[in-house]
Nanobody, 126 residues
Framework: QVRLVESGGGLVQAGDSLRLSCAAS????????TAWFRQTPGKEREFVAG????????NYADAVAGRFTISRDNTKSVVYLQMNSLKSEDAAVYYC???????????????????WGQGTQVTVSS
């Protein structure tokens, strides 16, 4: 069973940077597509960024493109989300998601991912 554990969340000021990590275990995660989603109270979980198994062709939501960078280190089974120039609207619980079934694109819908972490809180003060 795949297990995902997020870390790196916290309280920062607007304009600051933060790096989230997602550590995966329990299966051949290096061949999986991995993504970050975020969720605020009362809203659906939204796609933030995704990356293929070999690290190529990352995909970003328009709201974070140019500020966030997703990357992965398959030797450590870790996926990162570098978040720069944080805004108050970036505040949310951030979730790591993994899809093991092969697909020729990076899914942006939550239901297309099979495994989820417990989430890490990001708070941005203005």
């Amino acid at each position: 069973q795949v297990r995902l554990v997020e870390s790196g969340g916290g309280l920062v000021q607007a304009g600051d940077s933060l790096r989230l990590s997602c550590a995966a275990s329990g299966g051949p995660v290096s061949t999986s597509t991995t993504a970050w989603f975020r969720q605020t109270p009362g809203k659906e979980r939204e796609f933030v960024a995704g990356i293929t198994s070999n690290g190529g062709r990352p995909n970003y939501a328009d709201a974070v493109a140019g500020r966030f960078t997703i990357s992965r280190d398959n030797t450590k089974s870790v996926v990162y989300l570098q978040m720069n120039s944080l805004k108050s609207e970036d505040a949310a619980v951030y979730y790591c998601a993994l899809r093991r079934r092969l697909i020729d694109r990076i899914p942006i819908m939550a239901h297309e991912y099979e495994y989820w972490g417990q989430g890490t809180q990001v708070t941005v003060s203005s």
